[in-house]
């Protein structure tokens, strides 16, 4: 079945570590995203990637990175810049032009 | 700058209601999208419809329905006779068209419906 895996689904670190999130897509997706959700938050946009080897910021990346080497993976590293790195980290993609297809979250504690 | 209000935080319902949920948006962008999205328990994020600017027809899939006014900039969501499943987090987002990129989506900060037996 064709889909998005973002593994692990819980996460916990310790401050100061960075932390890398995992967002696989075999459904042959051009571009890839990731958003931030905080209770009660809407999504916000951390970075995107059209094509591979490409990558933008989002609203919201500081503290975060991206790589975008193979066009069925996107991982975000969470780095100990990041102040506030609890959250619900969610990827998406899309074919282009076409809606966004989500994943089903990494839910990331940092204490 | 594009924004997306969803001025209800939360709706509870009893089973049967018909139930509508709000979102007006702002955009300087002449042309644009429209979507809504639910989240379940589970985390995920399901798509339910996307509308262009282009278009203000109505639109009605099964027990859902969308009223898209650009007069009021809103594009609100009703569900008739709502069950049990219907309970989720519901956002609604905006997105430009923007040349040949994809989608970035500006969400509004969804409203929690519970729908009681």
């Known amino acids: 079945d064709g889909g998005i895996t973002q593994s692990p689904k819980y996460l916990f670190r310790k401050e100061g570590q960075n932390v890398t999130l995992s967002c696989e897509q075999n459904?042959?997706?051009?571009?890839m995203y990731w958003y931030r959700q905080d209770p009660g938050q809407g999504l916000r946009l951390i970075y995107y990637?059209?094509?591979?080897?490409?990558?933008q910021k989002g609203d919201i990346a500081e503290g975060y990175s991206v790589s975008r080497e193979k066009k069925e993976s996107f991982p975000l590293t969470v780095t100990s810049a990041q102040k506030n790195p609890t959250a619900f980290y969610l990827c998406?993609?899309?074919?282009?032009?076409?809606?966004?297809?989500f994943g089903n979250g990494t839910r990331l504690t940092v204490t | 700058a594009q924004k997306v209000t969803q001025a209800q935080t939360e709706i509870s319902v009893v089973e049967k209601e018909d139930v509508t949920l709000d979102c007006v948006y702002e955009t300087r962008d002449t042309t644009y999208y429209l979507f809504w999205y639910k989240q379940p328990p589970s985390g995920e994020l399901v798509f339910l419809i996307r509308r262009n600017s282009f278009d203000e027809q109505n639109e009605i899939s099964g027990r859902y329905s969308w009223n898209f006014q650009k007069s009021t900039s809103s594009f609100n969501f009703t569900i008739t006779a709502s069950q049990v499943v219907d309970s989720a987090v519901y956002f609604c987002a905006l997105s430009g068209l923007g040349g040949g990129s994809n989608y970035k989506l500006t969400f509004g900060k969804g409203t929690l419906l519970t729908v009681n037996p």
């Open positions: 998406a993609s899309s074919p282009k032009r076409s809606p966004l297809h």
């Open positions: 459904l042959n997706h051009d571009a």
């Open positions: 990637s059209q094509i591979v080897n490409d990558f």
